[in-house]
């Protein structure tokens, strides 16, 4: 019917949707699931993030996957960054695969960091339920790197069992730290596990918490948040002052395509990060 | 900017002119419903039409596009580019040029989506006035989308023996003054003509919402728990995404990977997603942040009437009725929204 295809023209597009290369480093095991990578992207480029952000890894033929980021853009070697992948789907399975050397599509970061400026000034409890401490380390390490610009920095830590523990090494350094406290909960374990048996809240009551200037910071599953929540606000911590970071299926990473939606939120640009203040009304949130 | 005249008799030299320079697409009758599709005449169109099955964002938005191409085991796409012609969408009612508005909003706010954008810029729109209201789903007379304001290149209205063309944009003017077929005359003349054909154009048009515009968005602040009305929609509701497939202003979209039977290589493409679909929410794990069906009809609806207003200072339904007229569950909008005002009054 039409004939006028001779009119076509090709159009370029900018390449908001293209992945750049990154280049596996480093990867290791952490336990079962998870699997740990350190990934230099094309030319030694420096990825620009702030902790909290994540990105969006591409294998084609798979697809894509929102990651976490879990080092600090403080970490001394600026050309690489960290993420540790639990092998959960399709994508995640294929991406176990992959080991030193390898190629990886980047693109990112995307998502609203936790509020560093906000912290500063404050003292911090952070508050880990399993994987959660992968995107969580890298405000921790963060914190750690810049530490005269906060005050007491506490670090909860919480998982199934004891082999579900992840950077083991690097919490052990935390644990010697003299400025640091740090307590750690399993949810069930052998009986020659030395440390506390129960699940995460249990730890927060004794925790000695100046209220008026600390800042809690939550990461975990969405059924750890509702009783992490409820347990701080009992401590008396203002809604304000309870950052959480939220999962959710993210396809664009651009606040269009709808997915990461929750109610008026694009999780994937006006969170990930969210303070308790922002999201308690929401049905969808939590 | 300035109206000219077009005899009727004119109308197919108006499309040929058209077709000199672009793609003209155009509201064609198919069996008892109207397509927008490709027209080599102006006979092949129809002009008198209820809204389309699939409004005409699908020609800037398109149901399935590629992003760019890949060699499998490389990580860069390489080939992102598009390919289109200018194209001229004829005949656009209103409501359907509201619809494109929004999507403008949503793909032109930062980051612009390129795909979209480039699109865009190759279209003209030639909208067409609706002189009668097209039937019992339609919701233009709330939604304030019935009577032409911004948002085309040219709009026509029905003038007896002729059109009035309303030429509203650089680009519009250009066409006007490559034919000889536009007559001029007074401008104000033209424009009391335009007047008077409102004024006894409007009455026949009748409100099917019981609230008004300003009492839209206060109504579904206060509605999220009337769980009587979400229940009962989500109960009737089958997900099959039809409603957000027929939307104008619907643009979620899941991305995948198309790979050539060889393995040697594949797309990466862009399809429209419906967020009525189970695991439209669901995240690795299993996770489904909205699982019932009724959490998802609402989620639709305060994507027209609530979210978008608070983001954007606009609705995301445009009233054409498009929801209501597909859906095999007999799901209408209207009713919906009347109920939920009810619940109001009784509260």
């Known amino acids: 019917m039409c004939n006028c295809s001779e009119n076509k023209k090709v159009i370029t597009i900018d390449p908001l949707y293209s992945p750049?290369?990154?280049?596996?480093?480093?990867?290791?095991?952490m336990t079962e699931n998870e699997k740990f990578f350190e990934i230099r992207l094309e030319g030694g480029k420096e990825l620009g993030h702030m902790p909290g952000q994540f990105v969006q890894f591409s294998l084609f033929g798979i697809g894509e996957a929102p990651i976490s980021v879990s080092s600090s853009p403080t970490k001394e070697d600026k050309s690489t960054f960290e993420v540790v992948v639990?092998?959960?789907?399709?994508?995640?399975?294929?991406?176990?695969?992959?080991?030193?050397?390898?190629?990886?599509?980047?693109?990112?970061?995307?998502?609203?960091?936790?509020?560093?400026?906000?912290?500063?000034?404050?003292?911090?409890?952070?508050?880990?339920?399993?994987?959660?401490?992968?995107p969580l380390r890298s405000l921790i390490n963060f914190v750690i790197d810049r530490r005269r610009d906060f005050g007491d920095v506490n670090i909860l830590l919480g998982c199934k069992e004891p082999k579900d523990r992840l950077f083991t090494d690097e919490i052990a350094e935390w644990e010697k730290m003299a400025d640091i406290n740090y307590a750690c909960t399993v949810d069930k374990a052998a009986p020659d596990w030395k440390g506390n048996v129960g699940v995460i809240t249990t730890l927060i009551p004794g925790v000695d918490l100046d209220v008026n200037r600390t800042y809690a910071v939550v990461v975990g599953p969405p059924i750890m948040y509702k009783f992490v929540v409820a347990e701080?606000?009992?401590?008396?911590?203002?809604?304000?002052?309870?950052?959480?970071?939220?999962?959710?299926?993210?396809?664009?990473?651009?606040?269009?395509c709808g997915h990461c939606q929750i109610n008026d939120n694009y999780v994937c640009q006006d969170g990930p990060t969210f303070t308790y203040d922002e999201i308690k009304g929401l049905e969808e949130a939590l | 900017m300035r109206y000219v005249y077009l005899a009727k008799d004119d109308l197919g030299k108006f499309i040929d002119l058209l077709k000199e320079k672009h793609r003209v697409v155009a509201p064609v009758k198919k069996e008892n419903l109207f397509?927008?599709?490709?027209?080599?005449g102006g006979e092949d169109m129809s002009l008198e039409y209820i809204p389309t099955i699939i409004p005409p964002k699908k020609y800037i938005m398109p149901q399935k596009e590629s992003l760019g191409k890949f060699d499998m085991g490389e990580v860069s796409m390489k080939d992102t580019s598009i390919e289109m012609e200018p194209t001229v969408i004829f005949g656009m009612h209103t409501c359907d040029i509201d619809g494109l508005e929004c999507l403008d909003v949503v793909f032109h706010k930062d980051p612009a989506d390129p795909y979209y954008k480039k699109r865009r810029k190759n279209v003209t729109i030639i909208g067409y006035e609706c002189m009668f209201p097209c039937d019992e789903y339609a919701t233009c007379v709330t939604m304030d989308t019935h009577v032409p304001k911004a948002g085309y290149d040219i709009m026509m209205t029905d003038a007896g023996d002729k059109y009035i063309l309303h030429v509203n944009s650089k680009q519009g003017d250009a066409i006007i003054g490559s034919g000889n077929i536009f007559k001029e005359a007074d401008q104000d003349a033209i424009k009391k003509e335009l007047k008077d054909l409102r004024e006894k154009k409007l009455p026949k048009f009748k409100r099917a919402l019981n609230p008004g515009y300003k009492e839209l968005q206060p109504l579904f602040e206060k509605s999220y728990n009337n769980t009587g009305v979400w229940d009962d929609v989500g109960r009737r509701c089958v997900s099959c995404g039809n409603c957000t497939a027929v939307c104008?202003?619907?643009?979620?979209?899941?991305?995948?990977?198309?790979?050539?039977?060889?393995?040697?290589?594949?797309?990466?493409?862009?399809?429209?997603?419906?967020?009525?679909?189970?695991?439209?929410?669901?995240?690795?794990?299993?996770?489904?942040?909205r699982e019932e069906r009724s959490s998802r009809q609402r989620h639709r609806y305060y994507r027209k009437f609530d979210y978008p207003v608070r983001k954007h200072d606009k609705f995301f339904c445009t009233g054409c009725g498009r929801c209501t007229r597909t859906c095999m569950a007999k799901i209408s909008l209207i009713e919906t929204v009347n109920d939920l005002a009810k619940g109001e009054q009784d509260v």
Not at chain 1, 235 to 245: P, T
């Open chain 2, 248 to 289: 104008p202003t619907c643009y979620c979209f899941d991305v995948y990977d198309d790979v050539k039977l060889d393995m040697s290589g594949g797309e990466r493409g862009r399809v429209w997603d419906s967020c009525q679909l189970n695991e439209f929410a669901e995240v690795a794990g299993g996770e489904n942040f």
């Open chain 2, 35 to 40: 397509v927008f599709a490709d027209i080599s």
């Open chain 1, 232 to 256: 701080l606000l009992k401590k008396d911590l203002a809604e304000k002052h309870i950052v959480l970071s939220l999962e959710r299926r993210m396809k664009c990473g651009l606040g269009k």
């Open chain 1, 20 to 29: 750049v290369e990154g280049t596996i480093v480093k990867a290791c095991q």
């Open chain 1, 86 to 134: 639990r092998k959960v789907g399709t994508f995640t399975e294929q991406m176990h695969k992959l080991g030193e050397g390898d190629k990886i599509g980047v693109r990112g970061p995307f998502g609203r960091p936790f509020p560093v400026d906000d912290l500063k000034g404050n003292d911090l409890l952070f508050v880990a339920g399993g994987i959660g401490l992968v």
